[in-house]
């Protein structure tokens, strides 16, 4: 028994950080038992059976979060999602919030730290607002909220000022990813700048010096298809221009 269950669980780390394109079966579940696997974009559960649905790399987050890295710049929503999302119109009961997926989302007037209905938020069409995916079920609007899994606002809420401006759902996690990616870590010890940055391909920029945002929105928007040398070699060129 044992030794099965490493098999199976040496066929899950040989698999990581490999191509993958749909159709290839990721996971047998009948083969494991009270163990809990999170599944992210591009997977799918077939029965017993964790399907790939799109082509990309397998990635895994500790401890147990499997999902396909892709650039793309269609997003589609996954639960414990933080994206940016653009305020369309506001209801009784729900804010409805653009978040580039297939289908408008809904943020509840309650989803936030202490919410009550004496103290609802204004938002105004255009608004932009850093959420967090509650709910993402197939042929269902996803469901927002402005707090973390504990309940608290944390860093959730509306992005004022600033610069917000589009890039591949690829590139954002890459900008998320630990330790700091090359190009956020250059910028970071020569400038100093405010940014949210959404998995569904959205990010925020903002700073004292409108010089700087758009530095920083141009150093961003430059770096996917570099290597990391390449991005500080760029943000080094991009810096001596403005001094």
């Known amino acids: ?24 079966v990721f996971l047998d579940l009948s083969k494991f038992s009270n163990q809990t696997i999170k599944l992210g974009d591009g997977l799918r559960q077939d029965c017993d059976s964790i399907t790939v649905m799109k082509s990309g790399k397998l990635r895994f987050s500790k401890p147990n979060k499997y999902w396909v890295e892709s650039s793309q710049k269609r997003y589609v929503p996954c639960v414990d999602d933080t994206v940016l999302g653009i305020v369309l119109d506001s209801k009784a009961d729900n804010f409805l919030v653009d978040i580039k997926g297939p289908a408008v989302a809904f943020l509840p007037v309650l989803a936030f730290e202490g919410g009550t209905r004496r103290n609802i938020p204004k938002f105004e069409p255009g608004s932009l607002i850093y959420v967090r995916v509650v709910k993402a079920n197939m042929g269902m609007n996803p469901e927002l909220s402005c707090t973390d899994v504990n309940g608290k606002a944390a860093e959730f809420g509306a992005l004022k000022d600033g610069y917000m401006f589009e890039t591949s759902t690829g590139l954002s996690r890459i900008l998320l990813s630990t330790p700091t990616c090359p190009v956020l870590d250059a910028l970071g010890k020569k400038l100093s700048f405010e940014i949210a940055v959404g998995l569904n391909g959205r990010v925020w920029v903002n700073a004292e010096a409108p010089s700087t945002v758009i530095l920083v929105a141009n150093a961003i928007m430059k770096s996917e298809p570099l290597t990391s040398v390449q991005q500080r070699i760029m943000v080094d060129s991009l810096l001596q221009r403005v001094q």
């Open 1 to 24: 028994m044992v030794e099965e269950k490493k098999k199976h669980s040496d066929s899950q780390s040989t698999m990581v950080d490999k191509i993958v394109v749909p159709g290839d």
